[in-house]
């Protein structure tokens, strides 16, 4: 079993969730459309779909990001399970159609999550009672997909996290980030 993860730069990867997926047998390549001339490739072929960060935002008239909603389209009629993560959940938001914007002010670093009762029998995030330290970088948001339910927020940004339908998740925040990933963003001056 395999999932495929869409990188949008090539410094921002699966980290802590690729150790994941091998502990569980479940192995992981990547698609990265943003290099000119990458086919679009087979989402059927794969379990399960991630969507990764960026520095760019899910507004930019860029190509591949259009290519990247309409397989998130496709995806979503199949019923395959999708993962955003802040560029990503962005991209799944707008899909979804919700409106993707600017949030009231820039979320970078370690900040308190709290979670919604909504999240308290989630699949997902069940069992997490909050608060939770974790690490933001971003500054674009998005609105409530319409059906969606919000599972968590900061005291920056309203919407953290949510769920569309039993498989679909969006989350703003990066539980992915790798200490390296972080000296690497900061070197290159991401966002």
Same mark, same amino acid.
């Given at each position: 079993m395999k999932v495929l993860a869409f990188r949008h730069v090539p410094f921002e990867g699966v980290g802590h969730i690729?150790? @994941?997926? #091998? =502990?569980? %047998?479940i192995g992981c390549d990547y698609a990265d459309l943003y290099r000119a001339g990458a086919p679009d490739p087979d989402i059927a072929a794969y379990a399960g779909l991630i969507f990764l960060g960026g520095p760019m935002s899910a507004n930019d008239p860029l190509p591949y990001l259009d290519r990247e909603r309409a397989l998130i389209a496709r995806a979503v009629d199949r019923g395959q399970p999708l993962l955003g993560i802040c560029l990503g959940s962005q991209l799944i938001a707008r899909s979804l159609g919700a409106n993707v914007g600017r949030n009231s002010e820039k979320e970078i670093g370690w900040f308190d999550l709290q979670f919604t009762e909504a999240?308290?029998?989630?699949?997902?995030?069940?069992?997490?009672? %909050? $608060? #939770?330290? @974790?690490? *933001? /970088? *971003?500054?674009?948001? /998005? #609105?409530? $997909?319409?059906g969606a339910q919000r599972?968590? /927020?900061?005291?920056?940004?309203? +919407?953290?996290?949510?769920? =569309? %339908?039993? +498989?679909?998740? %969006?989350?703003q925040f990066h539980l992915e980030v790798t200490a390296a990933m972080i000296a690497d963003w900061q070197e290159i001056g991401r966002a």
């Open positions: 690729g150790p @994941v997926l #091998e =502990a569980r %047998g999240a308290a029998d989630d699949a997902l995030f069940g069992g997490i009672r %909050g $608060p #939770e330290t @974790v690490f *933001h /970088w *971003h500054s674009d948001t /998005w #609105e409530l $997909p319409p599972l968590a /927020w900061s005291q920056a940004c309203r +919407n953290q996290a949510f769920r =569309a %339908g039993r +498989n679909i998740y %969006g989350m």
